[in-house]
């Protein structure tokens, strides 16, 4: 039997049960130039995130990452254990930035399930609600959010 990467990524409904946990694996060491490019891209020019001399003075006297790109690493190490089938994103809600992150800092996930349901309007189909939990390489917590998405069921 040959498998190949995308047989096993992500998960049919019938594979999630309430209460099951997945530790997403590797974790990430976020770089300077990681936070660069995001403000960059997203046109987030807040010193906070960028300018080495304003933070000197800020309470935490260095560069914060900018918690959108916390957010959403932490989205993307859950795909491969969680919603790599998914049919589409549902919800994001409860997003809490929980402790500060910093250039260096390593980060590591992992997803609680809380609901598992059937779709009220197409059988082929139903809705899993997660909890993300992201820790720095201290285990502090530094990042929680939940997030719903459709997964198929198998065979659909």
Known sequence: MIYEAK???GRYLEEFQVGDVYRHWPGKTITESDNNL???LTMNHNP???DANVMSEHQHGRILVAGPFVL???VGMSVSD???RA????????????APVFADDTIYAESEVLEVRDSASKPDRGIVAIETRVHNQRNERVLTYR???LAPKKGA
């Not at 049919?87 to 929980?98: F, G, Q, R, S, T």
Request: aromatic fraction near 14%; glycine fraction near 4%; proline fraction near 0%.
């Open 7 to 9: 047989d096993n990524y």
């Open 72 to 74: 959403s690493l932490a």
């Open 38 to 40: 995001f403000c960059l």
């Open 87 to 98: 049919i589409a994103n549902l919800e994001y809600e409860k997003v809490v930035h929980d």
């Open 48 to 50: 906070l995130h960028l």
């Open 82 to 84: 969680t919603s790599g």
């Open 147 to 149: 997030r719903r998405f």
